[in-house]
């Protein structure tokens, strides 16, 4: 039986949407003929729609039962059609499985394919590492990599498993792990984990964690149990099934035992057919998604929206989401008696010519940009891993770097009160030197995104609470935070410490939306009861992890969406409420004998159109609408 089941769950998959949609045309066009007479084969040609749509309505109905006794819609609707036949009404039964399946491909639509974000992830593990033993390197696979182990790193290698730095210096890109753009620069005693990038030097490692326990497979789990704990949403004409069958059997038994007529009991079954009911949800739906569309969204997961009008909590990744993920000189300060700030700038822009760390080439970048003119060629240009670099500008030896690289070039130095001002606000500070003395500092910080603020007040406003989770330290957060309006901040996330705090808001019974870009925000993008990724900037990774991607990046239209996702539960209940008074009123219709069951398959395909016409109005909702004014809840 099991196997006979596989083989025709298989037989039902064969095609796709595309052999549904081609079986839907054919059955379609048999109906219509039907309904006008036009009857070109020795059967009436509603046999075609009998065949094509409602056998598979039958087979599913029939799995369901064997496998698990599970009651859905597709039971009713077997028993409407097979009760429609027999008594010879097949247009009605052609009908009814039209219109079902109809409603089954629109839910299909909405649903999202199987996402690859985990097979990505395990790409980015590394294969290999450089084994040292014995003075001699030998490159093994990352697998066989042991605790202990002595391991050599190379400027633009992934670290290929966790472990401590022992000799050299460099600076490495933990995006995968914190989110945040800029390199850490890491000596001797650093803890460095699997799957970041090494930027510049070379350095040796003493392995700690490997295998399973690594950081890059600590992540991979955290998706897998991320994606197993968000719980699906089941169709609301699949929830009610049962009430459905129960009451629309016992109906017609009821009028079968008292009017002994059989086309009366029949035609309960035909409009009993929750056929509104099963489009109620999909249409409304589908025509929301193409609302959404229109704003930049792409909507991944079909019924993310219907979580998203439940949504209590906004959790925001910080770099790259929130901000632009890129860094932008945002002071120039001369030391007293030092070359002044532009020609500050213009000394520190043009030693760092030649650099490949971000901020050296942020610094450039933003004074090609400022106006105040162009660089000069730099000479006997050297970039010292983890500290900076040193040129020669117009006959001056520049130094431009961190604190150890002005003292280890003999200057006793101490930063002074306005970077470390600076500083202790989220800016990174670049400390320049000319001809062996201080001559002053450039602050460098990751800036807001122009719409941020008001789209965190626009969601307020709408009843919902901001929160900000960053991997970024305590002062960086506290500062972005203060500028958003945003009162509730945890900095200094890794992926798990994000998870974590989306697990505990569930669990405390308040749903929660996370905002993300990065690799490491997709656990939480996961787990999350909706997860909307940043598709411009962001990973391929966040995005395969989230139900709903940001094309442009253009934040300012998600408290659009929000609102969209309301209103768009509101057409829902309209559509329901209307389905299921209409299906109440023609029962009853059914039972006194005003409707047969051709007329009343019609009268219930009319509360189909009905419901299908409420739910296209969702299409071009909030051209007029302020998004703001929809402080209603789902």
């Given at each position: 039986m099991k196997k006979l089941v596989e083989k025709l769950e298989g037989l039902l998959e064969l095609g796709g949407i595309k052999k549904d949609v081609t079986l839907l045309v054919i059955s379609g066009a048999a109906v219509l003929m039907s309904l006008a007479g036009v009857q070109p084969f020795p059967f009436d040609i509603a046999w075609v729609a009998i065949i094509l749509c409602g056998l598979p309505i039958i087979l599913?109905?029939?799995?369901?039962?064997?496998?698990?006794?599970?009651?859905?819609?597709?039971?009713?609707?077997?028993?409407?059609?097979?009760?429609?036949?027999?008594?010879?009404?097949?247009?009605?039964?052609?009908?009814?499985?039209?219109?079902?399946?109809?409603?089954?491909?629109?839910?299909?639509?909405?649903?999202?394919?199987?996402?690859?974000?985990?097979e990505k992830l395990v790409h980015l593990t590394p294969q290999t590492a450089r084994l040292l033993e014995g003075g001699a390197e030998r490159t093994v696979p990352a697998q066989e990599v042991r605790v202990g182990d002595l391991l050599r790193v190379l400027p633009g290698e992934s670290v290929p498993v966790d472990g401590v730095i022992v000799a050299g210096q460099t600076s490495i890109n933990q995006a995968v792990m914190t989110g945040e753009s800029l390199p850490a620069d890491k000596t001797v005693g650093d803890a460095v984990a699997s799957g970041t990038v090494n930027q510049f030097g070379a350095f040796d490692m003493r392995a700690t964690k490997v295998g399973e326990d690594s950081s890059i497979q600590r992540m991979i789990r955290l998706v897998q149990s991320a994606d197993a704990g968000k719980a699906k949403i089941v169709g609301i004409a699949d929830r009610w099934a049962t009430w459905i069958v129960v009451i629309a059997l016992s109906a017609a038994a009821l009028t079968w035992l008292f009017t002994h007529e059989i086309i009366r009991a029949v035609t309960i079954l035909v409009v009993f057919c929750p056929?509104?009911?099963?489009?109620?949800?999909?249409?409304?739906?589908?025509?929301?998604?193409?609302?959404?569309?229109?704003?930049?969204?792409?909507?991944?997961?079909g019924d993310a929206l219907e979580r998203l009008a439940k949504v209590?909590?906004?959790?925001?990744?910080?770099?790259?989401t929130l901000t632009c993920g890129s860094p932008e000189v945002v002071a120039a300060q001369s030391a007293p008696g030092g070359p002044g700030d532009s020609e500050l700038y213009r000394l520190a822009a043009s030693a760092e010519q030649l650099s490949e760390h971000p901020l050296g080439k942020a610094v450039v970048s933003c004074y090609r940009r400022s106006g105040l003119g162009q660089t000069d060629e730099a000479t006997g240009f050297v970039m010292i891993p983890g500290r900076g670099v040193a040129a020669d500008v117009g006959g001056r030896r520049v130094l431009a770097g961190n604190t150890e690289l002005l003292r280890e070039h003999g200057l006793e130095f101490e930063p002074p009160e306005e970077a470390l001002r600076h500083i202790s606000q989220g800016c990174t500070a670049i400390y320049v030197a000319v001809d062996g003395k201080y001559a002053g500092y450039i602050a460098l910080a990751d800036t807001l995104r122009e719409d941020s603020a008001e789209m965190v007040s626009r969601l307020s406003s709408l009843g919902l609470?901001?929160?900000?989770?960053?991997?970024d330290h305590e002062n960086a957060a506290e500062t972005i935070a203060a500028q958003l309006g945003i009162g509730e901040v945890r900095s200094s996330?890794?992926?798990?410490?994000?998870?974590?705090?989306?697990?505990?808001?569930?669990?405390?019974?308040?749903?929660?939306c996370m905002m993300g870009d990065g690799i490491n925000d997709a656990p939480a993008l996961k787990r999350a009861d909706v997860g909307i990724a940043m598709g411009g900037v962001g990973s391929d990774i966040a995005?395969?992890?989230?139900?709903?991607?940001?094309?442009?990046?253009?934040?300012?239209?998600?408290?659009?969406?929000?609102?969209?996702?309301?209103?768009?539960?509101?057409?829902?209940?309209?559509?329901?409420?209307?389905?299921?008074?209409?299906?109440?009123?023609?029962?009853?219709?059914?039972?006194?004998?005003?409707?047969?069951?051709?007329?009343?398959?019609?009268?219930?395909?009319?509360?189909?159109?009905?419901?299908?016409?409420?739910?296209?109005?969702?299409?071009?909702?909030?051209?007029?609408?302020?998004?703001a004014g929809e402080t209603g809840g789902a």
């Open positions: 599913e109905a029939v799995i369901g039962l064997v496998t698990a006794f599970d009651i859905k819609a597709d039971v009713l609707v077997s028993m409407a059609l097979i009760a429609s036949v027999c008594i010879g009404e097949y247009f009605a039964a052609g009908e009814v499985a039209l219109i079902m399946q109809l409603g089954a491909l629109l839910e299909e639509l909405t649903v999202a394919r199987a996402r690859a974000g985990i056929c509104a009911l099963v489009l109620a949800t999909p249409t409304a739906i589908m025509a929301a998604i193409g609302n959404a569309t229109k704003h930049g969204f792409l909507v991944r997961e209590g909590t906004v959790a925001f990744d910080k770099t790259g609470r901001p929160v900000l989770l960053t991997g996330c890794l992926p798990e410490d994000k998870l974590r705090f989306i697990e505990e808001r569930q669990a405390s019974g308040e749903p929660v995005v395969e992890a989230a139900d709903i991607a940001l094309v442009d990046d253009e934040v300012k239209e998600l408290p659009h969406l929000v609102a969209l996702s309301r209103r768009m539960m509101k057409t829902i209940r309209l559509n329901l409420t209307f389905s299921m008074a209409l299906n109440f009123l023609a029962i009853a219709l059914a039972i006194t004998g005003v409707l047969n069951p051709v007329v009343g398959a019609l009268v219930h395909n009319a509360g189909s159109v009905a419901v299908i016409v409420n739910s296209a109005f969702l299409l071009k909702w909030g051209k007029r609408q302020k998004t």
